[in-house]
């Protein structure tokens, strides 16, 4: 485990499971001991070493502070990425009053290793930004998804926003967070749904369905060049409609189609 003396600079990030309160003492024991290995699993996949971070557990809460070494971009990228698959499959082997919801925070700055803890704004900013309600919001909103997560303006930026993940803009919503004394931007993804619709109310998301379903660049499409480029090799295909997806485990593809090309086309 990594020892340092007076403030260094890490990266701070703290996890919370939804609902653990309404959970009978069996399902919070289960939590106990499922949320920790469910992290420690997601940072095998990620190659992070979680030997060296500094856990302080709280029953269904996680606060994990570990000296900035250059693998922030991972743990913004992988980490979530194996988290959010490990959660899919503890879930998917549970009825759904039993899954596991995680909230996600990520921040990073000067942190000391105190007497009681962990000292420094970092681990106040960390800790408002798990309480945010946008990460409660989006839970609500997405009522399938098992993970949503918020980073910190400055670590969104020397991340994501710097080139360093697979990860883009749009895979972020920016939101205000504002709770007692902290005030400040953040990022908020919720991993397998697009941001534009999170926090919105379920009539504005049907709406936009709606206009995806008569979208005029999909209609306007030649259904005779789709025709003709079907059986000549060779032809260019230009998909009017485009879908990325990135996956952490095995995906079984039988009756789908993967095409390779070049989104700027």
Not at 36 to 47: C, F, I, T
Not at 50 to 59: A, D, L, N, T, V
Not at 77 to 85: E, K, N, S
Not at 200 to 226: F, H, I, K, L, V
Request: net charge negative.
């Amino acid at each position: 485990m990594a020892v340092w003396s007076g403030f260094h600079p890490c990266t701070a990030l703290a996890a919370d499971v939804g609902g653990y309160g309404r959970s009978d003492d069996r399902r919070q024991s289960e939590i106990h001991h499922d949320l920790p290995r469910l992290m420690s699993r997601a940072a095998v996949g990620a190659g992070l070493d979680r030997s060296q971070w500094h856990i302080q557990p709280k029953g269904d809460e996680e606060l994990a502070v570990y000296p900035m070494d250059g693998s922030e971009p991972r743990l913004v990228d992988d980490f979530v990425r194996h988290l959010a698959w490990e959660l899919r499959e503890y879930n998917a082997a549970r009825v759904p009053a039993l899954r596991m919801r995680l909230r996600l925070a990520v921040d990073h700055g000067p942190v000391e290793l105190a007497a009681n803890g962990f000292a420094g704004g970092t681990v106040v900013a960390v800790s408002r930004l798990l309480g945010s309600e946008h990460l409660y919001e989006a839970l609500r909103v997405h009522e399938r998804a098992d993970l949503a997560v918020l980073l910190s303006d400055h670590v969104y930026r020397s991340t994501v926003g710097s080139g360093h993940t697979t990860l883009t803009a749009a895979d972020f919503r920016e939101v205000d967070v504002r709770i007692k004394e902290y005030a400040a931007a953040a990022w908020l993804r919720v991993p397998g749904y697009e941001q534009a619709s999170a926090g919105r109310s379920p009539e504005s998301r049907e709406q936009d369905t709606d206009t995806d379903a008569a979208d005029p660049d999909t209609d306007a499409a030649d259904p005779e060049e789709n025709r003709k480029g079907a059986g000549t090799a060779g032809h260019l295909y230009r998909a009017a409609r485009m879908n990325v997806n990135h996956f952490a485990g095995p995906v079984d593809l039988r009756g789908g189609v993967v095409g390779f090309g070049d989104s700027r086309d």
